[in-house]
C-alpha cells in the first residue's frame, strides 16, 4: 500500500545547481561509459560537475577539464576491515604508483581479487554502510564543501552510500538512483547467501530518494520489478547515449583496422563483437555460430575485442574453443575509440550475443552510429535497440541459439538490399540515443534547467510534484 506522494514544492534553489556523480572505476563497463558522457554533458551545459571514484580512479578517461574528481574509496579499503583508512590510503597509493593497465591486468589475472572486492562491499552495503563512519563522515564533508545539491550513483550498489553521506550535509542534498548492472553483482549476493538483502537495501534507498529510480530501458525496468520488487511508480526509464557524429570513411576505417589487426582481410565480410569479454556475454555462441556459417560455405572473418572485468578465465576459454572450432578470429583487449569506431564502419555487421537480458546495448547503437547493422538477443533491453522511431536498423535471434544466430547473420552477409535497408535505418535509429537526448531526459527528470545559463539566480523555485515518487507506508 502507497502513502502519498513526497512533496518538494516551493523548494528555494538559491544557487545554480551543482551535481555530484558516484562512479565505479576500474575496466571500462557500459555504466561507467554512460555516466562518462553524462557528466561531460552537464559541464558542457555549465553546471558545475564532481565525480567521486570508488574501486579505482581510472587515468585514461576524458573528462571535461572544469570536472573536479575526488575519491570515495579505493580497491583496498573493504579488503582489511580492521584497519580501512590505512588500507584506503594503500589503494590510493598504487593508484598514483601503479600503472593503470597493470592494475587492471593484475585484477583480472589474481585469482579471486574482483569476487573478493566485490563480496567484501556487498557484505558493507547489506550490514549497513553507516558502520564505516570515517568513510561516510569524509564523503559528506566533501560534499558539502564542493555544494553539491543532487547527486547520481552510477550504479545502484552505491546509491547506500550517497543515501547515508547526504543526512549529515546541511540542506540534504536530493539524489536519484539509476539501475544499470544490479543482477551482475546480485550473482555474488547470492552465492553469499546475500540476495534478498541486497535487494532490501536497493528497496529502501529507492524509496528514500527523491525522484523515481531511472532504469534504462522498459523491460529492464520489467526485470527490476520482477526480481528487486519495486513498483512500476517508483521507476521511469531513460536510454543512455551515445556519441552519434556521422560514420567514418570506409576506407579511413579499413585502414586502422589493417593498423591493429595486420592480418585482416578487406575482400572477406567481418563480424565483430565489441564489449567485455565475460561469461554472460555469450562469445562461445557467436563462434559456434560463425563455425556453422564456415560449414555452409559462407567466407567470414571474426574480431572479438574488449576487456574483462572479471578475470581472464572466460576470454581464454573462448580462444580456446575458437581452436578446437579451426577459426581464427582478430582478438583483442581494450582497444580505444578511434579503433572501436573503425571495426564498427568496417564490419558487415556487429553482434551481441548476451546471455543475460541485457539491460540496454550501447555497442550496438554506437555500431549503428556507424551505419552498420547489428544483430541482437531476443530477450532484454537490449532486444529494442535495434528499432527507434519508426526505423530499424538490425535484426533479432532467438536468445541462447547459436542456430538461430547463424540464419539471421547469413541473411546479413548474402542479402546486400536487407543489409542496405537496415544500414540506412541504423544511423536514424542511432539518432534517437543521442547524449544530448539522454542530458535533456535526465535533466527534465530532475526538473533542472537545459543549461546553468538558464538558472534564475533570485528566487529560483523548482516544483517536483510530477517526479516525486511514492514511497511505502
Known amino acids: ?31 561507467q561509459v554512460r555516466d562518462l558522457r553524462l557528466a561531460n554533458e552537464m559541464a558542457r551545459r555549465g553546471f558545475p560537475v564532481h565525480v567521486w571514484w570508488a574501486f579505482d580512479r581510472p587515468q ?10 575526488h575519491w570515495l574509496f579505493s580497491w583496498s579499503r573493504h579488503m582489511l576491515p580492521l584497519c580501512p583508512g590505512a588500507a584506503d590510503q594503500l589503494g590510493r597509493l598504487a593508484c598514483r604508483l601503479v600503472p593503470e593497465s597493470l592494475r587492471n591486468r593484475a585484477a583480472q589475472r ?27 563522515t569524509r564523503f559528506a564533508r566533501e560534499i ?14 552505491l546509491a547506500p552510500f550517497v543515501r547515508a553521506a547526504r543526512e549529515l550535509v546541511p540542506g540534504r542534498p536530493r539524489y536519484l538512483v539509476t539501475f544499470q548492472g544490479y543482477e551482475v553483482y546480485a550473482n555474488h549476493a547470492r552465492r553469499m547467501g546475500l540476495e534478498e ?38 521507476l521511469s526509464v531513460i536510454p543512455p547515449g551515445v556519441p552519434v557524429n556521422g560514420p567514418l570513411s570506409l576506407a579511413q576505417a579499413q585502414r ?34 560463425i563455425r556453422l556459417l564456415i560449414d555452409r560455405g559462407q567466407p567470414v572473418q571474426l574480431a572479438m ?23 581464427e578470429p582478430l582478438m583483442a583487449g581494450f582497444v580505444d575509440d578511434d579503433v572501436r569506431s573503425a571495426l ?18 550501447m555497442v550496438p547503437v554506437e555500431a549503428m552510429a556507424q551505419g552498420t547493422p547489428v544483430l541482437v538477443p531476443d530477450r532484454g533491453g537490449i532486444a529494442g535497440v535495434v528499432e527507434a522511431g519508426g526505423h530499424r536498423g538490425g535484426l533479432r535471434f532467438r536468445c541462447w541459439d547459436s542456430g538461430s544466430l547463424a540464419t539471421q547473420l547469413g541473411n546479413l552477409l548474402h542479402s546486400d538490399s536487407l543489409h542496405a535497408q537496415l544500414a540506412r535505418g541504423a544511423l536514424d535509429v542511432a539518432g534517437c540515443f543521442s547524449v544530448q537526448s539522454m542530458g535533456q531526459k535526465v535533466l527534465d527528470h530532475l526538473r533542472l534547467p537545459s543549461a546553468r545559463s538558464e538558472f534564475p539566480m533570485q528566487s529560483a523555485e523548482f516544483s517536483r510534484n510530477s517526479q516525486s515518487r511514492p514511497r511505502a507506508a
Request: charged residues 20%.
Open 1 to 31: 500500500m502507497l502513502a502519498q506522494d513526497r512533496h518538494t514544492s516551493g523548494t528555494v534553489l538559491e544557487r545554480p545547481p551543482v551535481l555530484g556523480f558516484v562512479m565505479v572505476g576500474g575496466p571500462l563497463v557500459g555504466a
Open 60 to 69: 585514461g578517461i576524458v573528462l571535461d577539464p572544469s570536472i573536479s574528481q
Open 197 to 234: 538483502s541486497l535487494y532490501q537495501r536497493l528497496v529502501e534507498v529507492v524509496r528514500d530518494s527523491d525522484y523515481r529510480a531511472v532504469a534504462v530501458s522498459q523491460a529492464y525496468s520489467d526485470r527490476i520489478q520482477r526480481e528487486v520488487g519495486l513498483l512500476p511508480t517508483e
Open 144 to 157: 558539502t564543501a564542493a555544494g553539491v545539491t543532487h547527486l547520481l550513483p552510477n550504479l545502484e550498489m
Open 305 to 327: 575485442c574488449g576487456p574483462t572485468a572479471f578475470g581472464e578465465t572466460y576470454q581464454k576459454a573462448c580462444g580456446e574453443i575458437a581452436g578446437h572450432l579451426r577459426i
Open 110 to 136: 589474481l585469482p579471486g581479487v574482483m569476487d573478493r572486492q566485490i563480496g567484501r562491499v556487498l557484505r558493507r552495503i547489506c550490514e549497513g554502510v553507516e558502520r564505516d563512519q570515517g568513510l561516510i
Open 344 to 361: 564498427f564502419r568496417t564490419s558487415r555487421a556487429v553482434v551481441y550475443p548476451s546471455i543475460h537480458e541485457e539491460p540496454f546495448g
Open 256 to 289: 586502422r583496422v589493417q593498423q591493429q589487426f595486420p592480418q585482416f582481410r578487406s575482400n572477406i565480410p567481418l563480424v565483430t563483437y565489441l564489449g567485455r569479454q565475460d561469461s554472460e556475454k555469450g562469445l562461445d555462441l557467436l563462434l559456434y555460430a
